[in-house]
């Protein structure tokens, strides 16, 4: 019974340490849109633009990464 | 040119219809057919990689224990493929065609898509910074390509599980483990080849690598005036408020040299680590659809692409920014 509750709750931490996707996902979102309207208005910079949407991609990207790491961690090594 | 190409194009009509197609079609259903028979077993996912061999190698003060993983051996191989990629590479060059073929095309397009990025953020420095930047790409793409290579991850030794596992089987000669989870006592099988990219030790150590150099390459551009980034007391004295935040400031960036390590191999193994527990949970899902699977199997050839020129990429914008004084940045500003 308790390792039923145990295993469960691990199941529920893991889901709930996911939640810091919707962050990750906003600002994907947020960063592309402005690149595409750059590279509407401007093709030429399309490189430069290119090159400094990927970064922001990442670092937005980071922290979902993060959330996916301590999921990871709860669900395989924890317990 | 054109002849020549004229010439051929009616040779090559029939084959044009479609050889390959055919072969990738058979493939599916083959495995259709496959998975009705055998459907793949839930994978047994574990974070730490296995060992090759149960007692530790040599053990290092500090450090600790070093065992041979299946990790080490998928690293082992990655750097046997990169040292033939640039032996191929420098044959093609040295034979002195303009125009490479095959590999060598490749590898020269991906290198020039990552000179002229280099170019286009590091400017003067970017003979400097390239070679990190494409080696980093390179071992890294190779590293992440590893997982769509059927065969790794999945064929090993078959042990005794520690707590639930799966009972084995025998297909054609082969042992294999099998659909029905025995409770306790089954088996699992340990891979004899797992994704580097799957193991924080080589992600860590990466990381470290990347940003000791962007330190290097720092201090190469600027000398010593470089580490006063991070102890800036050039303005304490002057303006007496902004100089305490300035030297505040200094301090924040000492904290986000540490925190680029984390965010580096914490970035490539979360990316990688849960593109390869998507497959197999995937896999065993959908495997009896068979078509699907190979749908997340194109998502992780662009996700291991992706991660790899970010690795690089991230490098290279550091190294970039290493190079330009923080000084005359300031100046600028003001």
Redesign the interface.
């Known amino acids: 019974m308790t390792g039923d509750i145990i295993i469960a709750a691990k199941l529920i931490g893991a889901g709930l340490a996911m939640i810091g996707a919707i962050g990750a996902g906003a600002g994907i979102g947020i960063v592309t849109s402005g690149a595409v309207q750059a590279m509407g208005r401007n093709p030429d910079a399309t490189?430069?633009i290119q090159?400094n949407m990927?970064?922001g991609i990442?670092f937005a990207?980071?922290v979902a990464?993060?959330c996916?790491?301590v999921a990871?961690?709860i669900?395989?090594?924890v317990g | 040119m054109e002849i020549t190409v004229k010439e051929s194009a009616p040779k090559k009509k029939w084959w044009r219809w479609g050889v390959n197609r055919w072969i990738v079609l058979g493939l599916i259903i083959l495995g259709f057919i496959g998975t009705q028979y055998f459907a793949p077993v839930r994978p047994f996912?574990?974070?730490p990689a296995e060992h090759w061999i149960n007692h530790p190698l040599f053990t290092l003060p500090f450090i600790g224990e070093f065992y041979f993983t299946n990790t080490l051996l998928a690293l082992l191989i990655v750097d046997v493929l990169v040292i033939l990629l640039a032996f191929f590479f420098n044959q093609a060059v040295k034979k002195g065609s303009l125009v490479l073929k095959g590999i060598s095309g490749a590898v020269e397009a991906l290198l020039e898509y990552l000179y002229?990025?280099t170019e286009?953020?590091a400017g003067k420095w970017a003979k400097t910074i390239f070679p990190w930047f494409a080696t980093i790409t390179l071992l890294v793409l190779i590293a992440n390509w590893m997982e769509l290579i059927p065969g790794v991850d999945s064929i090993g030794v078959i042990e005794k599980a520690e707590t639930s596992g799966y009972s084995v089987q025998t297909v054609a000669g082969i042992q294999t483990i099998a659909n029905p989870p025995v409770a306790d006592g089954g088996f699992t099988l340990v891979p004899f080849v797992r994704v580097v990219s799957t193991d924080l030790n080589f992600t860590v150590a990466l990381a470290i690598i990347a940003v000791i150099a962007v330190q290097v390459v720092g201090v190469r551009a600027q000398g010593i005036r470089y580490f006063s980034k991070f102890w800036n007391v050039k303005t304490f004295f002057k303006k007496p408020i902004f100089g305490v935040i300035d030297w505040g400031v200094g301090l924040l960036e000492l904290v986000s040299e540490f925190s680029k390590v984390l965010?580096f191999a914490?970035?490539l193994?979360?990316?990688i680590?849960?593109g390869s527990?998507l497959l197999f949970v995937m896999g065993a899902l959908l495997g009896r659809l068979a078509i699907f699977p190979s749908i997340f199997y194109m998502l992780e050839f662009l996700v291991g692409a992706?991660q790899a020129?970010?690795f690089g990429?991230?490098t290279m914008?550091f190294m970039a920014q290493a190079t330009q004084g923080h000084a005359e940045h300031e100046e600028a500003h003001s």
């Open positions: 490189s430069t090159t990927i970064l990442a990207e980071a990464i993060y996916l790491v990871l961690l669900l395989f090594v | 996912i574990q974070l002229n990025m286009g953020t965010s914490f970035r193994f979360g990316n680590f849960a527990v992706i020129v970010v990429l991230l914008t």
